[in-house]
């Protein structure tokens, strides 16, 4: 009996570490070309609440996934207009993009503030699901969940094995260099931020369709920037994310059991948990990666085409 | 479509000064389309915006003691990011400075303090312990970068979060007024631990003439001095700056607690000026928006005292959006992120040729 509740509480990690790693592996992704989009947090809020407004209004969880990832893209072609069409500073242009989505989310889902849907439900593989112990954190979480791991396994295998995430690796390394190899740099960077935003927005979307299924302004709560961290303590390996998010998802856990339990901490010592967290990782993780600087060479710059 | 970008060879001065002016039209016109999909008068949205917050005293005096703190924090802020460096967490510091001053007005609250030698010096003391506070919690990410290389950006950022939880847990229990009826809030603070207002009856209260001094000075160091050369070398040429031999460690160190102070500064003025006493929210958000008054100005400290008059406008005329348009804060929020899109745009509009090419791939 102790071992189902142990399996319970490893599934409610794996829940919290869902959003943590769908938009981190896409900010990854877009950081390997180069671009460090800061605005992480604006996607994702506007991911939640587009998303949030798709499902309800269609009944479908599918399409309000879809209309998540769209409202994330589109901030990262709002971003990507900015930062590598007008070679806007990408720091600035972050900030920008997550002020605006703040906002814009809290507009856009104000009329569905109080309103409620059904989760969607879990995978079920007859035999495999009710196997005792594990059946259910393997093979009976809910379809974000593998969606998470398969882009995961995806970007691992795209950015290492295939020629054109070489090139991606290429523009973020030395834009100078994959110019000059005739690589289209502009074009890489702008759909790298595409996909970091559809990964975004879809870790929005979890939040209001899976995580907690209602939408409320500001209910990101900071995850944007935790997932830009895990970039960073992933040294920006796709693998590291999953470690990283699971670690950053138990630590989220253990905060609510404790407050749960009252054990005599103040609540907002433990509520500051993960953002201490994120301070300790980053501190630790820096400056081990400084001897192999592992970060990509030319992140944050903007390119300029010579002439 | 792609856009391409030729250096400009030689800046104007009309260039330089109209940037920020067409990109505020710019903002107001998206603002305004914005307003009229969601089925608004656009017309009316802008008079109670721009125009009625300045046809009356008491509104003008309001936009000063809004403008106030958004020059404190975007003067320090001038200093960071013309040093490329990075400090987005000026609200935790702005806490900081509020909650490390304002604990100086609550235990000088019943008197016994101030029988011996009077209370002129608590006043003083609570500024400077607001100053003091926000430079040391600005001092955390800056010392993490320069001795682990950790990205002061997500540091600085974490800890507004923490600050935020800080002050919520202060107000809730050691601070707490005791005979407060057990709401999160301390005791509000002796006439002699609040800032003087410049006029009986008035709003306007000192600090508003502590932030023109800081702009003046700020403008002066940033131009005038050695120190203000070195931060803008380490910004726009760091390799000559460190063949110049200057400490680009120390240089960190320097303009993150310039900035921290002033967040903090900005903090304890807004606790002892214009709120008396702690709550759990003390800002409405003016470190982020700080972010945006600095670039809006830019990165000037006298384009700054412009700059937070406009985005001070934005909050009282959000305000009056809310009861005349049912327009939520959201709206305001969603204007300022706009706005600093369009100020980074008209940016590289100065400095760029910017070419539209039609057709053309890549």
């Known amino acids: 009996m102790t071992s189902e509740i142990f399996q319970l509480v490893l599934m409610t990690v794996v829940t919290a570490a869902t959003p943590l790693i769908l938009a981190a592996i896409g900010e990854l992704v877009t950081e390997r070309a180069g671009v460090l989009n800061l605005g992480v947090e604006g996607m994702m809020i506007m991911g939640a609440a587009l998303a949030f407004a798709g499902a309800y209004l269609t009944g479908s969880t599918t399409l309000g996934a879809i209309c998540g990832m769209l409202a994330g893209v589109a901030m990262a072609a709002l971003f990507g207009l900015l930062t590598i069409g007008f070679a806007i500073n990408q720091v600035a242009a972050g900030l920008a993009l997550t002020i605006f989505g703040t906002g814009l989310s809290g507009l856009l889902g104000a009329g569905f503030v109080g309103l409620k849907r059904d989760r969607p439900g879990h995978v079920h593989i007859p035999g495999l699901s009710d196997l005792p112990y594990v059946g259910q954190l393997f093979f009976g979480e809910d379809i974000f969940v593998y969606i998470a791991f398969g882009l995961v396994a995806g970007a691992a295998w795209f950015l290492s094995r295939s020629r054109t995430g070489l090139a991606l690796r290429a523009t973020g390394d030395n834009h100078q260099s994959a110019h000059a190899l005739g690589l289209p740099v502009r074009r890489t960077r702008f759909l790298a931020a595409l996909f970091g935003g559809a990964c975004a927005g879809l870790a929005g979307a979890y939040l209001t369709l899976a995580y907690t299924p209602f939408w409320s302004p500001g209910m990101t709560a900071g995850r944007g920037w935790i997932a830009l961290a895990l970039v960073v303590f992933a040294s920006w390996k796709p693998w590291r994310v999953v470690l990283g998010a699971l670690l950053f998802g138990g630590a989220t856990m253990l905060q609510l059991h404790a407050q749960a339990a009252s054990i005599g901490l103040p609540g907002q010592l433990l509520s500051a948990v993960p953002y201490l967290a994120t301070i300790v990782a980053l501190v630790l993780l820096s400056s081990g990666a400084r001897k192999n600087a592992t970060a990509p060479a030319a992140l944050g710059q903007a390119f300029i085409a010579p002439r | ?362």
């Open chain 2, 1 to 362: 479509m792609r856009i391409d970008l030729e250096p400009r060879l030689n800046r104007s001065l009309a260039l330089d000064l109209g940037a920020p002016i067409v990109a505020l039209a710019g903002a107001i016109l998206i603002g305004g389309i914005v307003i009229w999909l969601l089925g608004k008068s656009p017309a009316l949205a802008f008079q109670v915006y721009f125009i009625n917050p300045l046809l009356e005293g008491w509104s003008l005096q309001e936009l000063a003691v809004k403008a106030c703190p958004l020059v404190l924090i975007a003067v320090g802020l001038s200093f960071c990011y013309r040093a490329n460096l990075w400090n987005i967490g000026a609200e935790g510091q702005f806490i900081l400075g509020g909650v490390l001053g304002g604990w100086l007005g609550i235990l000088t609250h019943d008197e016994a303090y101030q029988g011996v030698i009077g209370g002129w010096w608590i006043l003083p003391t609570m500024l400077a312990l607001g100053v003091i506070g926000g430079a040391i919690y600005a001092l955390i990410p800056a010392l993490l970068r320069v001795w682990l290389g950790a990205s002061e950006i997500l540091t600085s950022l974490m800890l507004v979060y923490v600050a935020e939880l800080g002050l919520d847990w202060l107000v809730r229990g050691p601070f707490k007024d005791p005979d407060g009826f057990n709401f999160p809030q301390s005791v509000v603070f002796d006439d002699i631990a609040r800032l003087p207002f410049l006029a009986e009856g008035e709003r306007l209260h000192a600090g508003v003439l502590l932030a023109l001094i800081v702009a003046l000075i700020g403008a002066f160091v940033l131009a005038r001095t050695l120190f203000g050369f070195e931060v803008r070398l380490a910004g726009e040429a760091p390799r000559a700056a460190r063949f110049a031999g200057f400490d680009d460690r120390k240089l960190t160190l320097m303009v993150f607690a310039i900035s921290g102070g002033l967040a903090g500064l900005a903090g304890i003025v807004e606790v002892a000026g214009q709120i008396g006493q702690l709550t759990p929210k003390i800002s409405p958000g003016y470190g982020f928006t700080a972010i945006i008054v600095a670039f809006l100005g830019r990165l000037s400290p006298i384009g700054i005292l412009v700059a937070a008059l406009v985005l001070a406008l934005t909050y009282i005329g959000g305000e009056a959006a809310q009861v005349e348009l049912s327009l939520n804060s959201d709206m305001t929020r969603a204007f300022q992120g706009v706005l600093l899109m369009c100020v980074l745009i008209a940016d590289t509009a100065t400095r760029y040729r910017v070419r539209l090419n039609f057709g053309a791939a890549r």
